[in-house]
């Protein structure tokens, strides 16, 4: 392990801002199903970075994660899932009752196409949203689920066993490859565009997951 005297210590402030960005990201997609200009989604619709927010932390605690428990990937994943499931599983069945609702009195579907479409669905209960399959299920804003699951379990066992290789050169190297790859591409981070089979926010997630394991590396 190359930090020493690694604190876990319940930190106040980070809450805080975490219950800010929650709103700010809640306003930002709510203000796209209002009718107003593009100029009026100004200021709420770039509260999205609180989304880079959200992988920063993910990176951090990854790595603080591999320093409180000496776990298998499978272990650490499972974990997180099971975590993570109960507030899940609360958050679908809520949006699946608004979708259902907008279709039948909104949408006037017949029950056919009603069932069609709420298949899709699936992907988003298994977690699949950013799995490079191109389909859209009653909730597009839980990509972030898929996409932080996908990079922990890819970097969890890398850092775990090569932390040296990462810190060194691994980790910094990626970072600045991803940087330059997603905004000479698209311009922007936020891009949700396909580059052959793999998905641009599974990049997104990489690169700022990425920025947070080093940030603690910073820290400590």
């Known amino acids: 392990m190359l930090c020493q005297n690694v604190k876990s210590n319940y930190v106040a402030e980070l809450d805080f801002w975490k219950f800010v960005f929650s709103i700010l990201i809640v306003f930002s997609h709510g203000i796209f199903l209002a009718n107003t200009e593009a100029g009026d989604r100004l200021v709420f619709g770039g509260a999205l970075m609180g989304v880079e927010f959200y992988f920063l932390l993910t990176g951090f605690f990854l790595v603080n994660s591999i320093y409180r428990s000496d776990v ?3 272990t650490f994943i499972k974990r997180r ?6 507030y899940f599983i609360y958050a679908f069945l809520f949006c699946a009752a608004v979708w259902f609702a907008d279709q ?10 009603l069932f069609a ?3 899709n669905g699936i992907w988003d209960f298994l977690w699949l949203g950013s799995s490079g399959v191109a389909t859209s299920g009653i909730n597009g804003t839980w990509w972030f689920l898929s996409t932080m699951l996908f990079v922990e379990w ?3 066992p890398l850092i775990k066993h090569k932390e040296r290789l990462f810190v060194s050169y ?3 190297l990626a970072f600045f490859l991803l940087l330059g790859f997603i905004s ?13 089979f793999i998905k641009s926010d599974n990049l997104r997630g990489f690169l700022d997951i990425i920025a947070g394991a080093l940030l603690f590396y910073v820290v400590y």
């Open 72 to 74: 298998s990937t499978l």
């Open 104 to 113: 039948i009195f909104f949408q006037h579907l017949g029950r056919w196409q």
């Open 154 to 156: 890819t970097m969890y």
């Open 184 to 196: 000479g591409t698209f311009g922007r981070l936020s891009a949700r565009e396909m580059i052959g």
């Open 117 to 119: 479409k709420s298949l």
């Open 170 to 172: 691994i980790g910094p």
């Open 81 to 86: 899932v099971l975590n993570l499931l109960p």
